[in-house]
């Protein structure tokens, strides 16, 4: 009962300075929402176009919620072509990423750099670490970008995902940031076929293609339409926690997401 007139107080509170500051108007209360509204930075690489297509879905799903979305790309400086090209090529640059080397990225927008609700930092897993592109930005960037906030982490990733998410766990909380447990996407394509047909497809090869006896075990190479759609009913939930002030201490989502799959065999 206490509680109840304690609220009661405190809506009449925020009532009557709403309706002095704001007039109370329809106009008015449309600016107060807006300018109260949710903020999310989105920044991603993508180099097959996996962790694009499901942040794609998970942006729908963020918007729908009725959060604010930014979403920045990072765009290397030099060119990385997919496919690579070469069986060799192919094992020279999963020797490097292994390694952690670094691709520069052309600068971020300036929006980038402004205060936000919740930023979550994307890209796909390359020989068990965070992508190029994403560790340059962290060497470039990582103190103006993430002091401060909570960033989480959103993986696309073959399967192997824990090392890579440990390793931006250490380098974001290096620049000041609150890590929120990931969201883990892995190709749906059982072990070993999503290994081998992800080299031959880097390779610049089509394992998927045809009527060959390999793809039988291995139809689709990267994410399915269904894990899009998954994406979106997370973004959907993820943007309602952010929106209701839900800690994010404690993952929200499995990791992987493992999605009932349907037949993807003509996408």
């Not at 002095?20 to 600016?31: C, V």
């Not at 794609?56 to 072509?81: C, H, M, T």
């Amino acid at each position: 009962m206490i509680g109840g007139f304690f609220f009661i107080y405190i809506c009449g509170i925020v009532s009557d300075r709403f309706s002095k500051e704001y007039n109370g108007t329809s106009e008015n209360i449309a600016w107060f929402i807006i300018l109260n509204k949710k903020r999310i930075l989105i920044l991603s690489y993508s180099f097959s176009s996996q962790t694009r297509n499901l942040l794609n879905g998970l942006i729908d799903g963020l918007e729908e919620s009725g959060v604010e979305v930014f979403w920045e790309q990072l765009n290397p400086v030099a060119e990385l072509r997919f496919p690579i090209g070469s069986i060799s090529a192919t094992f020279i640059m999963m020797v490097q990423t292994f390694l952690r080397k670094r691709y520069p990225v052309h600068p971020v927008n300036p929006i980038c750099f402004e205060q936000w609700d919740l930023v979550i930092l994307a890209g796909p897993t390359w020989s068990y670490n965070p992508s190029g592109p994403v560790l340059s930005l962290l060497d470039r960037d990582g103190k103006r970008l993430f002091d401060g906030k909570t960033v989480l982490p959103f993986i696309s990733c073959r399967g192997y995902w824990r090392v890579h998410y440990h390793g931006i766990k250490a380098l974001l909380r290096s620049c000041g940031a609150k890590v929120a447990a990931p969201i883990v996407f892995s190709h749906p394509t059982p072990e070993p076929w999503r290994t081998i047909g992800v080299f031959l497809k880097l390779a610049g090869k089509v394992p998927e293609a045809g009527n060959s006896w390999f793809r039988r075990f291995y139809p689709k190479y990267g994410h399915s339409r269904q894990q899009v759609e998954d994406c979106r009913m997370i973004g959907l939930e993820l943007g309602q926690y952010i929106i209701a002030g839900t800690s994010l201490d404690c993952p929200l989502f499995p990791a992987p997401v493992r999605s009932e799959e349907k037949d993807d065999s003509e996408g």
